[in-house]
């Protein structure tokens, strides 16, 4: 059996140390260590994009992480997505976007989505149809075909222009 | 936990990674970005005694423009490759890898870790063929150069010795006077290809192909080069009638598995169709390039 090993991670702002088997992947380390079930995990081999976090403010696939890789690690995961919110609204305008457009059937993969066009629209704050798609082929969803998923990006990226806060505010690390 | 039970080495320096590779020999795996290895690990479809973790290695990591051409280290992801300026340097390599995965997968994955994996339908792999890429790698006490034509042996196999690791790429720079130009077929935008070509041409003032380079991927048990159908190519006006020949002599050569995804017949006709059409694109980059 291998020893286990101590990590201190950073996620969502807040500090936790754990012990793991050196084999536990990070997402099932969020999951099943901290307690944030936010982060799904649908096939743990990549393909799905549901596990997708921020890890050191990059889009990563936690089941493809070793917990121990993530030793002072800074992660962000979909629950603390709502607290970079403005002006007192209790969303982020990417998931206030997914409510508006109906962006979610079963709400399975959604997470997934949310963390990839966090970063996609922080990189890019008025994408076309055709780029919000290629950002999104490697998150998969078996309900909306796609439709209202890509309506919520851009029905979120109009609000985010809109915004009197500067937009840098929404997606500040 | 999906993966079976492992001791983890995560060593600072490439000679703690050599030494602990050299004390673990056949037990060890080596593991870069991790996009490859961590779902067969998942899956079970490898079960090694020992992880060697090769993030903690900041030497591994970098972009250096030498006499010889674009040294990357092993450990450099495609991410940042993708948005360093190599994309003026080398292009092919640039455009090659915006067909890796997506944006999460290629935060983590490394050039090395995707050459070293020398899956057949990787893109890569493809790249280093067609630029005449040398792999160095490190051995306890000795280092080797090892020619991209020399590499891919077979069906995710390498010519890298248990106990080596790669240290880093050279990629050499495509010439000012040269197109380039890659073509795939996916399902979908990110998978693996079902038929890939790479192409680089060069003319001459005349506008004659005096160099021509073709690397197939997906077609085979490794990446190849169309040796025949480059050779048919020299010499030529680059017109649709040279770019059909070689179209064709793609197709004689080529013995493709079938699978789930596309039978044979069916990957021979794309990679005959896509060498026509990667050709044209690729002469078309070297004209804009030439004015």
């Keep these: ?50 596990c997708t976090i921020l890890f050191n403010g990059e889009t990563v696939r936690s089941c493809l992480l070793l917990a121990v890789q993530a030793n002072g690690a800074t992660i962000l995961t979909v629950e603390g997505l709502a607290a970079k919110a403005k002006n007192g609204d209790p969303l982020h305008p990417i998931q206030q976007g997914f409510l508006e457009k109906l962006g979610f059937q079963c709400g399975f993969c959604t997470p997934g989505f949310l963390m990839t066009l966090y970063e996609f629209l922080n990189e890019n704050p008025s994408p076309s149809e055709d780029e919000i798609r290629e950002r999104l082929s490697g998150n998969l969803c078996r309900c909306t075909g796609y439709q209202n998923i890509v309506a919520a990006v851009l029905w979120a990226a109009e609000r985010l222009g809109q915004s009197r806060i500067d937009n840098g505010n929404y997606f500040a690390p | 936990m999906k993966p079976a039970p492992f001791e983890y080495v995560a060593p600072h320096s490439v000679e703690e990674a050599l030494a602990a590779l050299q ?17 067969l690990l998942n899956l079970r479809l490898t079960k090694p005694k020992i992880l060697i973790d090769l993030n903690g290695i900041s030497g591994l990591e970098g972009i250096r423009e030498t006499a010889e051409g674009l040294s990357i280290g092993a450990m450099t992801r495609q991410r940042r490759v993708e948005r360093d300026s190599v994309r003026e340097r080398c292009p092919i390599l640039a455009e090659a890898i915006r067909h890796i995965g997506h944006v999460a997968i290629r935060h983590r994955g490394t050039i090395g ?21 040398k792999f160095e790698v490190a051995r306890d006490g000795i280092d080797r150069t090892i020619p991209a034509e020399e590499f891919f042996i077979d069906y995710l196999t390498t010519a ?77 006006e680059p017109n649709a009638d ?40 690729a002469v078309q980059v070297c004209r804009d390039r030439r004015l």
């Design chain 2, 113 to 133: 870790g995707s050459l070293v994996h020398a899956d057949p339908a990787a893109e890569l792999p493809a790249v280093a063929l067609a630029l005449d890429a």
């Design chain 2, 23 to 39: 004390q673990s020999i056949p037990d060890a795996r080596i593991l870069a970005g991790g996009q490859s290895l961590m779902p």
């Design chain 2, 160 to 236: 890298l010795a248990p106990d080596e690791i790669l240290r880093e790429i050279v990629f050499p720079i495509v010439r000012p006077s040269s197109g380039y130009a890659l073509e795939e077929v996916t399902r979908r935008h990110g998978d693996f290809a079902i038929a890939g070509v790479v192409a680089i041409v060069e003319l001459d003032d005349a506008g004659k192909i005096v160099d021509a380079r073709l690397a197939l991927f997906g077609v085979a048990p490794t990446a190849v080069r169309a040796r025949k159908a480059e050779r048919a190519l020299i010499g030529r």
């Design chain 1, 1 to 50: 059996m291998s020893s286990k090993r101590t990590i201190e991670i950073t996620v969502n702002e807040k500090r936790y140390e754990g012990l793991v088997e050196p084999r536990l992947s990070l997402a099932d380390f969020l999951r099943d260590q901290l307690g944030l079930t936010g982060t799904h995990l649908g096939c743990e081999q990549g393909v799905c994009g549901s």
């Design chain 2, 242 to 281: 040279a770019m059909l020949d070689a179209a064709a002599l793609v197709e004689d050569f080529l013995d493709p598995p079938g699978d789930i995804h596309a039978s044979s017949a069916y990957r021979k006709h794309v990679a005959a169709v896509l060498t026509a059409r990667v050709l044209k694109r």
